[in-house]
Structures are given as structure tokens and as C-alpha cells.
């Protein structure tokens, strides 16, 4: 891929590792966008660049002033917005798009699991599971749960949660890897009955649903987003690089 221009729609582990393939002396060219939500982000290889582009439009007029050859979205599988935004500008300016999405979670023997359409629908699950509530959902869209007055919420992210949020919450900012004994003691410390995560995926932040299980504590998962109709995705950065590869042979003439 040398002399060509990849742009890396981040702020993922898997993104970091990817910037770190490509980016090798006689390689690609590449950025790394961040959205600048995190105040000190983790920098990947290559070129930074932090903040939005305006939509889906200002983006595909970034990619044509940039020259860019192919687009890796390798945002976080929630990023729902972004992820269209990028489908919407890859097709306004012809430019490849490839996803990198790590495997999503699965239940196991003695799991005790609640599926969730959305950050709503896990609240109104709540009330009927348990009382002490420990949120992992991130910092962000909390007021779906700011009605739950009866309820105690315990609310991890890695900085400062949004407000509004329910009246009964206690914050721990932290960030993963995670062990399992640090889940469990985390847990039990604050009497936990119910565990409330997205289907982030990924070794990180997985030691709290082996910890709820070993608990008996029911979890309510808020199932991803699909990938954008047509988009080809893969779930490793050597996917991502073969999807790369196959690309950039379909673009040569």
C-alpha cells in the first residue's frame, strides 16, 4: 500500500494496532481521526487528527482535499453516527470503505443474560432485576436512566459521565483491562444485583460478565447496531488488511 492515503476513523484498540501495521517506513500514509471526546487519548501511529467534520458531506470534501484512498471505519461498535456518516461520504466520493469490528459477546454456561435493544430499554428493564446497578454503558446517554429515583447506581467511565443522571449515583472512573478479582471485589463492595454493559466485545472490559456470572447476577446487554448496509467489515486487523488489499486491486486498472 506505499503512497497511498488511509484514513482510520479511531479512537478503537484494534484501530491503534491497524495504525501501527500501516504505518511503517515505505507504507501508507496514515490518519488516525479521533472525536476528541476522551481528553487524553491513547496516540496511534501515523497522523492525528481530533475532532468532527461536519456531517457526512464535510467529511467526503475532507477526503477529497486529502486524497484519500480508502477508509477504515474502526470506531467503536456503537459509534452508530459516525459509522453512517462514513458510509454516506465513501459513497458520495467513490472512496472504498472497509469496517473493523471485533466479535461481539456471547453467553455461557450459568450466564444470566437480558438482551437490550437500546439505553431505554435497558432501564425500563431495571426496576424488576435488582437495585444497586452497576452501569458500564460509558459516559455518554445516561439520562435514559435519570428517572430511575429508586434505584443506586454505580457509573464507570473512563472520564466524567454527562449529566442528567439518576439521583442515587456513585462515579468510579477507570479505565480497562480489567481483572476478574477487581470486578468481583468492585462488586461486591457496592452490593451489586444487576450488571448493565453494551455489547462492546473484546478482552478489555470483559471480566465483569465473568465476575456476574460467578455472582449469579443478572446482566442486561445492549446489542449493537448493525454495520452499514454494504459495507464489508472484518473482525481483526488482518482482515481489514486483506479487504484493504483487495480494494486497492479492484481500483487498479
Not at 488511509?6 to 479521533?34: C, D, F, H, K, Y
Not at 475532507?62 to 458510509?87: C, G, K, Q, Y
Request: glycine share 10%.
Amino acid at each position: 500500500m506505499t503512497g497511498t492515503h488511509i484514513l482510520i476513523l479511531g479512537g478503537t484498540a484494534e484501530a491503534r494496532q491497524l495504525a501501527t501495521e500501516l504505518a511503517v517506513p515505505g507504507g501508507a500514509r496514515v490518519t488516525t481521526s479521533l472525536a476528541g471526546r476522551v481528553a487524553r487519548p491513547r496516540t496511534p501511529a501515523g497522523e492525528v487528527r481530533i475532532g468532527g467534520f461536519g456531517g457526512a458531506e464535510g467529511l467526503a470534501a475532507w477526503l477529497r482535499a486529502e486524497r484519500v484512498d480508502a477508509v477504515v471505519d474502526a470506531t467503536h461498535p456503537f459509534a452508530e453516527v459516525i459509522s453512517t456518516h462514513a458510509a454516506r461520504a465513501a459513497a458520495l466520493t467513490g472512496t472504498p470503505l472497509v469496517a473493523l469490528r471485533r466479535p461481539g459477546w456471547h453467553t455461557g454456561p450459568g450466564d444470566r443474560w437480558h438482551d437490550a435493544l437500546s439505553l431505554a430499554d435497558a432501564a425500563a428493564q431495571l426496576p424488576a432485576l435488582g437495585q444497586r446497578i452497576f452501569l458500564t454503558t460509558g459516559r455518554l446517554g445516561l439520562a435514559a436512566f435519570a428517572g430511575l429515583a429508586e434505584l443506586h447506581f454505580l457509573v464507570r467511565s473512563v472520564e466524567l459521565p454527562e449529566p442528567p443522571l439518576p439521583p442515587h449515583t456513585e462515579t468510579v472512573l477507570a479505565r480497562g483491562p480489567f481483572t476478574v478479582d477487581g470486578e468481583l471485589d468492585l462488586m461486591r463492595t457496592h452490593r451489586i444485583d444487576v450488571l448493565v454493559t453494551k455489547d462492546s466485545g473484546g478482552p478489555a472490559t470483559a471480566a465483569k460478565l465473568e465476575a456476574a456470572r460467578s455472582l449469579g447476577l443478572p446482566v442486561v446487554v445492549v446489542r449493537r447496531p448493525p454495520v452499514p448496509e454494504g459495507v464489508p467489515a472484518a473482525e481483526d486487523v488482518p482482515g481489514v488488511l486483506a479487504l484493504l488489499s483487495r480494494a486497492a486491486a479492484d481500483r487498479c486498472p
